[in-house]
């Protein structure tokens, strides 16, 4: 994990991904390999990727869930009263809401540009 991009959805969705590939078990005490994922593309023809990509989502929103609500989630205000009623941060949401219709003009008020290294100096201080 890196913070090439400091914004609170890639972290959350990155780090829930990558443990998605340990309890996949796609990683073993066995591999000496450094495994890096090719973060420049959707991942749609690669089962392993996409495992992961699926066990992030699952974890914060079950796909029912999604499903059921991402259609009623137009403004800032829907996307957090969704956020409160699942306990989590509202820019996995929008984060979400932005990767599934290629549009990153959206909600980037919400998304938490600049939080992560914030938060992670925090800890240092």
Request: glycine letters at 2%; a negative charge.
């Given at each position: 994990m890196t913070l090439r991009h400091d914004r609170l959805d890639n972290f959350w969705f990155?780090?829930?991904?990558?443990?998605?590939?340990?309890?996949?078990?796609?990683?073993t005490k066995d591999e000496k390999e450094i495994i890096m994922d090719d973060t420049s593309a959707k991942h749609e023809l690669d089962e392993v990727e996409d495992n992961?990509?699926?066990?992030?989502?699952?974890?914060?929103?079950?796909?029912?869930i999604w499903?059921?609500?991402?259609?009623?989630?137009?403004?800032?205000?829907?996307?957090?009263?969704?956020?409160?009623?699942?306990g989590i941060s509202p820019a996995v949401i929008a984060g979400r809401i932005r990767w599934e219709e290629s549009n990153y003009t959206k909600f980037t008020d919400l998304i938490g540009q600049g939080e992560v290294r914030k938060i992670l100096l925090s800890f240092w201080k």
């Open positions: 990155t780090l829930l991904h990558e443990l998605g590939h340990i309890s996949n078990c796609d990683i992961a990509d699926k066990f992030a989502h699952e974890s914060f929103i079950s796909s029912n499903e059921e609500k991402k259609h009623l989630l137009p403004n800032k205000t829907e996307i957090i009263t969704l956020a409160n009623d699942l």
